[in-house]
């Protein structure tokens, strides 16, 4: 994704008017994932987190492979957030 702030726009403007859009809901979701990363930003992490999980809500829209990615790395990405905390507590960060 080469502007991935610019897709953040595009996708919540989408959602606005077409709220039931499931690749528009991934989009934000993917797109909020990798601002986390560009960022090393765990509140936008935490964001694209709960926007995966608003995708896999949508369930039966969903063919088996989509459903499985998305959660899989939502799951992925949960899991850094336990074990950043963990780690940033066990070392006094």
Do not use: W
Not at 14 to 35: C, E, F, M, N, R
Not at 48 to 71: P, R
Request: hydrophobic share 40%; proline share 2%; charged share 25%.
């Amino acid at each position: 994704m080469q502007d991935p702030q610019s897709a953040l726009t595009l996708f919540e403007k989408i959602l606005q008017t077409h709220p039931t859009s499931a690749a528009a809901q991934y989009g934000l979701a993917k797109t909020l994932d990798i601002l986390a990363d560009l960022n090393r930003s765990n509140e936008i992490l935490k964001r694209a987190i709960n926007e995966y999980q608003k995708y896999i809500e949508f369930g039966a829209k969903l063919n088996d492979t989509e459903f499985k990615v998305a959660a899989e790395r939502c799951i992925e990405r949960m899991r850094f957030i336990v074990f950043r905390r963990t780690h940033q507590s066990s070392t006094g960060a």
